[in-house]
Every structure is written in structure tokens, then in C-alpha cells.
């Protein structure tokens, strides 16, 4: 099997972008955020690169979500105005908080007494405060039952110069464990039913509170989002094998491989050892029948114009070392490839591994940087 | 609780070294290498620091290994210019290969002949090779019971003009399998019998031929060497929860913790909720108590004069997502801790955890880059 991507200068691990993918990703959810009439805040996390954010500023996004004051201020710079930094307020980073808060319309979560108070004595400019709402992941959250400290917080806010209520969010993160579409369809129905109900109990103090939540499988499986009022999803704008595996997305959809060096081959094994490892890939993995499968990623082969799954669970990566990984293939294919080719790793969880890489490169050569 | 480390700015997740803890364990292997008159090559994978390096370089040490040709290039640029690349030669490196050969003694690894015939045909300097042998982990290297393979690989080598033989070298990365300080004398004996017996079979026609061996648990755990030439450990330098479980260091060994600020508690769950999550840890993760508990890391309580172990397994790192970490603690450990307090926690796999951070912060508030 003659190299792939010959005009590409793969040296090393690099992931490869396909960029009809992603964009057809971004022109699928905002379509769907049009038709539900929701405001569409997509979550930059995955790909946190300035040149991909521009792809949706053409279709009219201008509101966004970040998981770090780091990425707020990254994409500030490059005139994002309107961002929700969705994870609770990290008052030791109160300087940062407060010159973006005085550029940006900046919009903070919070889950304590402590937090809003601190920011009402801290701040001189105006934030927007989402409380946090623990719809069944119980990562982070206030649970929608405690309506005590509901009222101690927006008590705190209202007598605040600097805050404004904004309205509740949730992240329903268990949906990633989900096992079809079945399950994730059940957990966005619960966990909007639960935000529903605050809505009602505050909505005549707060007539414009939102409600916001929609990660990326309830948002891409679901066509029904009553009483949502703004949805965040992040990982759609490249899937990955975690979606593909729970029904969230298609194998095609997924618009991110890792093209890696081949420097070894061990036939009694039918083993290729590729120049590509835990700092690339991160390590999170996927658990394939029933158990008795462990994978880190998917052998795709790699074509003049992109990738080719390979339609099985036979061709996979089973180990990473810090550099090395280890790819298990069938004989056939295991035969095809010689050391010095390259081959293509679709992953397992592609918000990790691209954080892992400095820049993507899109099939037709162009290096685009990241943060 | 007040924060501690008041003088020290921390408002993200930051990598703490204790510089003391460090060098006492550089100090420790120098020594052991030259009890047991070893050639001692560190693996500098772990640092990636060219300042800790230095502190190598004033006890003497003037080889190392690395196991990237990036990281041959970051080292070699510092002056560094005997360096074992300790990964299969990757031919779609060639042109660094090459720049490198040129201007340090470069050592590198082969185990097919397609590797060897190829860096022959493409060399213009000298380069020692070294002959990767499987000693048992299964991951790389050739079979000890293939000589027929060696026998080929050898006469390639005799053949060319610019490759050298340099010996056999084996990684037993296996000893980072083993579960007691028995198991990895058992790994280290049988590993190491593998490569004698190459050493008697091919001295007589290259009696310069050196053994390399020699990762961090067999290092620190063994005081029998007989054998082996050269030792090349990496992990050492910092340790951490993995070389601690199996015996391989105390607790006191271990020179980094992530200082994490807390950013929400919740007390139905005695959990913590960290600014410090996959992006900062990495994935690896321990088992402990026989399988019912999986740690990403254990919480330390910093002092103002840097750590302080808890001694106990009920405070740890229990998951992580993309910036969030989830720490479970005893309930008096819980109350101890307030929102916008920092938190220690000892990582899981130091070398993956390093790999994330740009710097170290030492206890004293200097700042170390890293590659």
C-alpha cells in the first residue's frame, strides 16, 4: 500500500480534518437550532481553533460557549462577544474574570452562595449568571429540588448592582453513557422536565430567564426540544467513536483521523506498532462486545480523498504507550501495510485528542492552529 | 482552610515540583549506577526540561535517552550530544535523522531489516544502532530465539558505512505490570538471562557490544545488576502512584503534584469539584482494593512547605472530564476545604501528566519550561 496523502507532510501522528465533514456537521445542528427555533450556542471546546470558529460566524453564530476563562479570553480576542464559560466560577482567576467582563458580554455559572457573592463584591462590570442545575449527571449542579438555595442565590443576585439572572443550565453528560437512542431520548425528557419546572416557579420574577442545555447526543438524535430554550452542544462539529458507538452520529460523520507513522510490524501477532501514543490520542477508550473488547481507536485506510472505515471491530488500536501505540489488525490488512507507510486512527474520544495537537490539517493541505 | 502556597500565583491547575525530592532521586540512581559501574543514559521523556537536565549534567551524566526525534533535537540544541532515541526508527523522519547524525552521537533502534537497509542507503553519517530485543513485554523488538533475523540485520550493519553496532537493547516494560517488589526481581532476572545469551553468541565478533536495560521499577527496586552495561530509567525523576503501588518508591519519593483550585463542593457526595480534569491528568488510571476502586490520583493537602501525603485511600481523584475533576474525600477532610481553596492531588502516571503542563512551578516559585 503505497503512502496516502503524498502530497501531505506527514511525518509524525497528525490529525487530519476533513473539512466538507465539519462543515456539513455545523450547516446540520444550525439548521436544527433554526427549525426548534432555539438559540444556538455551540460549545468550542473540541475544536478551539480561531479558523473553525469562523466557519460558523458565517452561518450566522454569535453567541458561544467555552469550559475555560483561558478559551474566553482566546476567542474575545478574536471578536466573540457573547460567551458562557460552562463550568462553575473559579474565583481565584477573578482578574480575568473581571477584564472580560468589562470587553465581552460574559455569562458565568453558578452552584453556591459563596461564588454569587464573591462576584457581587468583585465585579464593576456587568456578568450574566446561569445557575447551575444538576439534571441527573451529578458532576456539578444544585439539585432542582433545592429551591432554598435557589432563592438564597437569587436573592444574592437581585441585590446586586454588577448581576444579572440569566436563567438555568444543564448538561446532561450521562448521555454519553448511553446505549441507544432509546436512552438518550429518555434522558433529555427527564432532564428538561426537571429544568421546565423551575421555569415555572420563577418565570413571573424572571419573565426572560432561559433555560439552557443540549449536549451532543440528545441534540443531534433528538427532534422534539419543548421548553428549550438554547442548546450547547461541542463534539458534533467533529463526532468521534464515542458518538458513533451510542447512535449519535454516523461512522461518515465523523470528520477527524489521526494519520500515524508505521515503525514496526510483528506478524505472530498481527500487530503494527505506529509512532502515535498517549500523547496523542489521550487515553480514553471504548469498550466494544460486550465487554471483552478494549479500543482506543478505529484503523481507517487512508484514500486520495480522505478515509475508508473499514466496516469491522477487527482493525483497531488495543495499546498506547507514551509514544507507541499498538494497532491489532486482520491478516489481509495487516499484510497490506509496510513499516514506513502511513495509517489512519479514527478516535475514540476527540475532544481529548485534539487538544493533544497544535494544529489540524484539512485534506487538501492547509495547517489550521488551534489554541 | 486558607490557601496555601500564598506566595505561589496559582489560578489554573499547576504542576508543583519539589526540586529537594527530585534531585535526592537523581542523586540516588547516579549512585546506584556507579556502585554497580553502569553506563547510566536517563530517559528524559518524563522532564522534557532542559533545566532539570542540568541538574543531570552536574552530577556527571552526559548520555541520555529520549523517545522522539523531537525531543533528540530540543536536547541536542541544548548541548546534549549523546542521545539513544529509544523508539523504531520512523523513515518519515529521515531528514532529522539525518540533520541529527550530522552533529551528535546518534543512537538508534532497529528491529526489522527493512530499517537498517533503509537508514544505510540514506545515511551520509555515522549512526550506532542498537538491535531492539522483545525481553517479555510483548510490545517492540525482536524475539531473543530469532537469530536467524539478528544474523541478517548484523551483516547489513558490517556492510554499511555509516551503521554501527552498538549492542541489544530491551525495555521490560512489564515491571510496570507487577504488583510486588518479588515480581520485578522475577521480570529483571529473566529479562536480563534473554540478553546475555545474545551477548555470548555475538561478542566474539563484536566485542564492544553493550546490554542495555533497566526501567525505573527495575532500577529502583533492584541492587543486582550482573549483565547489564547500561541502564536508562525516566519515570524516576518525579515518580508517582503507579511506581508507588508496586513498590517501586515511597510516598516521599513522589516530586509533582497538580495544585488545583476548587471551584464547587457538594456534601451529599463528600465530593470536590476541581479546576483540573483530563486535559491537565491525562487518562491513566490505578485500581485499588482489589479492583473496587479506580483512582485518577490521590489528594495531597499542601503546606507552606509542600506536601503532605493523607496516608489512606478514601481521598482521591475519582473521575475526570475534559476541565473538571471529581475528588471524593472523607467528611473531614470535606469540611477542611472551601470554594476557592487550593487542592493537591498526586498524579497517576507522571509522564502523561507532565506532558500536558508547559511548566513546572517549584516550591520556591520558580517557573521551569519544558518542551
Known amino acids: 500500500m503505497n503512502p496516502p496523502f503524498a502530497l501531505l507532510p506527514i511525518t509524525e501522528p497528525t490529525l487530519l480534518l476533513d473539512e466538507l465533514k465539519c462543515k456539513k ?11 426548534h427555533n432555539l438559540i444556538f450556542r455551540p ?3 473540541t475544536h478551539q481553533s480561531k479558523h473553525i470558529a469562523g466557519w460558523f460566524r458565517k452561518k450566522g453564530v454569535n453567541k458561544i460557549t467555552v469550559s475555560s476563562l483561558k478559551m474566553a479570553r482566546y476567542f474575545a480576542k478574536d471578536g466573540w462577544d457573547d460567551i458562557t464559560v460552562a463550568f462553575p466560577v473559579n474565583m481565584l482567576e477573578i482578574d480575568t474574570i473581571r477584564q472580560l467582563a468589562g470587553k465581552i458580554k460574559l455569562n ?3 452552584e453556591s452562595l459563596e461564588s454569587v457573592t464573591f462576584l457581587s463584591k468583585n465585579l464593576t462590570s456587568t456578568v450574566s449568571i446561569f445557575i447551575k442545575i444538576d439534571i441527573g449527571y451529578h458532576r456539578t449542579g444544585i439539585l432542582p429540588e433545592n429551591t432554598p438555595l435557589i432563592d438564597n442565590i437569587l436573592e444574592e443576585i437581585k ?3 454588577t448581576l444579572k439572572f440569566a436563567g438555568f443550565l444543564g448538561h446532561a453528560g450521562h448521555s454519553y453513557q448511553a446505549k441507544n437512542k432509546q436512552e438518550i431520548q429518555n434522558i433529555h425528557t427527564t432532564s428538561i422536565g426537571m429544568l421546565q419546572k423551575l421555569k415555572e416557579r420563577y418565570k413571573s420574577i424572571f419573565p426572560h430567564l432561559i433555560l439552557s442545555t443540549g449536549d451532543t447526543p440528545t441534540c443531534s438524535v433528538m427532534d422534539e426540544f419543548t421548553g428549550t430554550d438554547e442548546i450547547r452542544p461541542g463534539n458534533f462539529i467533529f463526532y468521534d467513536l464515542t458518538q458513533w458507538a451510542i447512535g449519535a452520529c454516523n461512522f461518515d460523520d465523523i470528520a477527524v483521523v489521526m494519520a500515524c507513522p508505521i515503525v514496526a510490524k510483528h506478524q505472530s501477532r498481527n500487530e503494527l506498532i505506529i509512532y502515535g501514543g498517549g500523547v496523542h490520542f489521550s487515553k480514553d477508550h471504548l469498550v466494544l462486545k460486550n465487554g471483552t473488547k478494549t479500543i482506543f ?9 480522505g478515509w475508508q472505515g473499514l466496516n469491522n471491530d477487527e482493525n483497531y488500536l488495543s495499546k498506547l504507550s507514551q509514544e507507541h501505540g499498538t494497532v491489532t489488525v486482520e491478516r489481509h490488512i495487516f499484510d497490506k501495510y509496510k513499516v514506513g507507510d502511513v495509517i489512519g486512527i ?3 474520544h476527540s475532544c481529548l485528542t485534539a487538544n493533544l495537537t497544535k494544529s489540524y490539517l484539512t485534506l487538501d493541505g492547509k495547517l489550521i492552529e488551534r489554541l
Open 108 to 110: 458565568l455559572l453558578v
Open 43 to 45: 460549545h468550542f471546546k
Open 25 to 35: 456537521n455545523i450547516e446540520r445542528m444550525v439548521q436544527k437550532a433554526a427549525k
Open 346 to 348: 479514527m478516535p475514540v
Open 297 to 305: 481507536g478505529k484503523v481507517v485506510s487512508l484514500t486520495n480523498s
Open 159 to 161: 441585590n446586586s448592582s
